[in-house]
């Protein structure tokens, strides 16, 4: 186990320098001229030109100068320096404002997932093709197919504008109560996942031989669903819900920019419409960390609850 | 419908420990009706054997899953029938009973011990789980009762393995954890379906071994469900061959092998490859066991019999009682009995 967590976080490494090297291309490779586009529409003189130039190493030209400008910003990057958007703020500033309103609204969303999806899945598995069952198919199929473009919006107006239950937007420094719409509404689709796989993993399990036998032990039907049946059908959705967890961290572009919340998605939307390549690049690199991160803890928690599974 | 005797040993004082009168069982799919069990009949007392032979699909297996009352309802459904133990009626009685039952008086142990085990749990605390949960024993004693019972089972070093899972073990030892399991309460019945098909062969012996000295040392009586006629001959009492979910023919061991009175059992015996005999083909059954949901008419073995008469095809045999307490359900009974002793 040891040994594959090594090599585990070793391959993390290399892919750490492929994804931001890909991203640094791609947003860098665009632009026009860096220099305007930081300047905006002001002209810029042959002093600041110069300053810039300099600053930036924009004189090495060709894929020669493009990998000394990559290794100068990953050195830096590596020594925990982001950078400065082109703003002028320091990247890691907004990061550290942006990543708890993001791990808040994630941890809504998870919440949601699992309080409902989970619980209605395992019902909906026991009590297969009642109506129960049936009205959760419907339902988690009316939700996994309306996308979240188009379910946020509805639910700010329905909700927070026309009923007023729920604030509409989140603002600057989003409370608890402000999040949760968007918690519920950003969960919604993790929730409608969950509880699919939850209903078919519980379903499988109870007609698993060994039911069989621990009804053939004579134990009590409760017994055997909430510890044999349980047991083995959350491996998977704990392995889901983990996934799920690193994707949400990763901000949602769309239910945060619809409700105003000034998360990592929401930064990450701004950068790429205002070009902001320093921003865009920062956060990426960032996301992918925690993604690669949060992958393997899901795989070091999948070994610890499937004794099956070893890793060499 | 009359009730048919199963003569094949005298009812002891009290009757019989377990009993199964007329069973009929029925899968109700949606592709229509399959009838599993037909009318079987069969008992059992107190220290002795009973093989249950039949090819897959005889139903021989269900029988015992109704006995234990772990049949899936649906698509299962016990239509009619009693199975008495110790002469209570379990189709009657309530699932509280019958769960009471379970374990404690009839165990089973299954044929593919790793999936009957649970995947994730260590052997020790399946084993342990039994005496916690129906004997309400403390963690600590059902865990050191756990290790005599591997102890029993003869899996070395069972003291160190109670912490390891079901994948961990060999085939073999795997079949001897779910005895150990089975034992744990002490049951009067122990029902062994197939208990040695998923094993090597050299490992087959051994655990019918143990099964047969276990059942000794226990005092238990054992209903041994096997299609291997291998098995069964120096193990069990008594036999009843099962055919299409009803019992085609019911005797002691010894007779049966020396002269079957049935044809599908006279047709098994001979498919098995002889030792003594050099350059013999060896013979089949011919054709494919029936269709359940349509099964043939008259005696449903008419169809691959080589004794068939136009009145096997129009009548339903009834279990046709021999001389010496044997029945065999074939309206040539006694001419098979003997062609085959000759």
Redesign the interface.
Known sequence: MFRYILRRLLQMVLAFFGTTLIVYALMFAGQGDPIQALAGERPVTEAQRAYLTEKYHLDATGVGGFFYRYFDYVRSLLQGDLGQSLTGRQIGDILQAAWPVTLKLALIALAVAIIFGVTAGVVAGIRRASIFDNSTLVLTLLVLGIPTIVLAPLAQYLLGVKWQLFPPTAGSQPTFYALLLPGIVLGSLSLATALRLTRTSVAENL????V?????????KR?IVTV?VL??SL?PVVTFLGVELGNLMSGAIITEGVFNIPGVGFNLFRGIRTEDGPLVVGIVSVLVVVYLVSNLVVDVLYAV????IRYE | MTVEPTPASPTPEGGHLLELRDLHVEFRTNEGVARVINGVSYHLDAGETLAVLGESGSGKSVTA?AI?G?L?TPPAFVRSGQILYRGQDLLTSSEEQR??????EI??I?Q?AL???????PVGWQVG??LR??SGMSRGDARRRAVELMDLVKIPGAAKRIGD?P?QFSGGMRQRV?IA??L??DPKVLIADEPTTALDVTVQAQIMDLLADLRRDLNMAMILITHDLGVVAGVADRIAVMYAGRIVEHADVRSLYKAPAHPYTKGLLESIPRMDVRGQELSTIKGLPPNLMRIPSGCPFHPRCPYVQQVCVDVVPHNLVLGDGRTSACHFAQEVRDDSAR
Do not use: C
């Open positions: 007609r698993a031989d060994y069989r036998t621990a009804r053939s032990k004579g134990l009590v017994r044999h047991r083995n491996i609850l499937d004794p099956r | 899953q234990m772990i899936d769960r009471q039952v379970r374990g404690k165990a089973m299954f593919d999936s009957a085990l649970n995947p994730v749990f789980e039994t949960q129906r899972y994948h779910m399991m089975a744990a309460l």
